[in-house]
């Protein structure tokens, strides 16, 4: 768990758990190239993935953006969002970057059945939405993860550029899926963006625009990440992103005339 502010925002980066992927599956046209980032791998050339959920404290309410991976895979939102002083009951809006199953997986008590977070409405963004609905076979987290919140008239379809609270708001990021979506917090003349799957590692900050294999539209993805380490390094924006390193909150930063990631305490 991690602390840090954006003006009055407080923002706490809480880690559900870790992932591992080959960097190979992940970037597979990298080749060669990959030895030069040799620092961000595992001794077997693997990433390590943090998979964080964010809490946002701002006007009045406390938001929760992402929800893991959920129990199945030992994930510790719970307790993280224990010790950050707030009950499940306590947190008034769950919205996710994008609907992928490892951001959603606390959706649901899996005792009760009943939403997790009991007094959330559950934010999803509508295209991405629509495309879940749609998706036949459906996708296997739809049954587990959202199922009962349509059951529970808990889900809120929005439209991009949605206004969370003064401080908060939706903004479009595509690429990885059509719909996906950042926080963009602003607060007493300070930036913070909760960019979501974005980038999955450090090296993303330094090769936007190499190729991942879990982008949707990897030319939108590319041009968004482009644009992104840019604005990022130049508004000095606190940058909060789902997979990379604990505690997934860090800077973009220029060092020796190169964009590369800072991670808060490193
Ligand atoms: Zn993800």
């Known amino acids: 768990m991690e602390r840090e502010s954006v003006g009055d925002v407080e923002v706490t980066a809480l880690s559900d758990c870790l992932m591992v992927y080959s960097a190979s599956s992940i970037y597979p046209?990298?080749?060669?190239?990959?030895?030069?980032?040799?620092?961000?791998?595992?001794?077997?050339?693997?990433?390590?993935?943090?998979?964080?959920?964010?809490?946002?404290?701002?006007?009045?309410?406390?938001?929760?953006?992402?929800?893991?991976?959920?129990?199945?895979?030992?994930?510790?939102?719970?307790?993280?969002?224990?010790?950050?002083?707030?009950?499940?009951?306590?947190?008034?809006?769950?919205?996710?970057?994008?609907?992928?199953?490892?951001?959603?997986?606390?959706?649901?008590?899996?005792?009760?059945?009943?939403?997790?977070?009991?007094?959330?409405?559950?934010?999803?963004?509508?295209?991405?939405?629509?495309?879940?609905?749609?998706?036949?076979?459906?996708?296997?987290?739809?049954?587990?993860?959202?199922?009962?919140?349509?059951?529970?008239?808990?889900?809120?379809?929005?439209d991009l550029d949605h206004r969370l609270t003064d401080s908060l708001v939706a903004t479009s990021i595509p690429g990885?899926?059509?719909?996906?979506?950042?926080?963009?917090?602003?607060?007493?003349?300070?930036?913070?963006?909760?960019?979501?799957?974005?980038?999955?590692?450090?090296i993303d900050i330094e090769e936007p625009d190499w190729e991942n294999s879990y982008d949707r539209d990897s030319d939108t993805a590319r041009q968004t990440r482009r644009e992104l380490v840019e604005r990022l390094e130049a508004d000095a924006t606190l940058v909060g992103a789902a997979h990379l390193p604990v505690p997934s909150l860090g800077h973009v930063v220029r060092a020796e005339g190169r964009l590369v990631w800072r991670g808060l305490g490193s």
Not at 93 to 99: A, K
Not at 100 to 118: A, L
Request: charged content about 25%.
């Open 176 to 202: 990885h899926t059509p719909g996906h979506l950042g926080v963009a917090i602003e607060s007493g003349g300070e930036r913070g963006l909760l960019i979501g799957d974005s980038m999955l590692s450090a």
């Open 29 to 158: 046209k990298a080749g060669d190239d990959m030895q030069r980032y040799s620092a961000y791998l595992t001794e077997d050339g693997s990433v390590e993935m943090n998979c964080a959920c964010f809490l946002l404290r701002a006007d009045g309410a406390t938001v929760l953006m992402d929800a893991g991976l959920g129990p199945e895979s030992d994930g510790q939102l719970m307790s993280e969002l224990e010790q950050a002083g707030v009950a499940p009951g306590d947190i008034d809006v769950v919205i996710f970057s994008h609907l992928h199953g490892d951001h959603t997986g606390w959706n649901v008590d899996r005792d009760s059945g009943q939403p997790k977070f009991p007094n959330a409405r559950y934010l999803v963004e509508r295209r991405d939405w629509e495309q879940l609905l749609a998706q036949d076979p459906p996708a296997r987290s739809f049954d587990r993860d959202f199922q009962p919140l349509q059951a529970a008239d808990s889900i809120e379809p929005i």
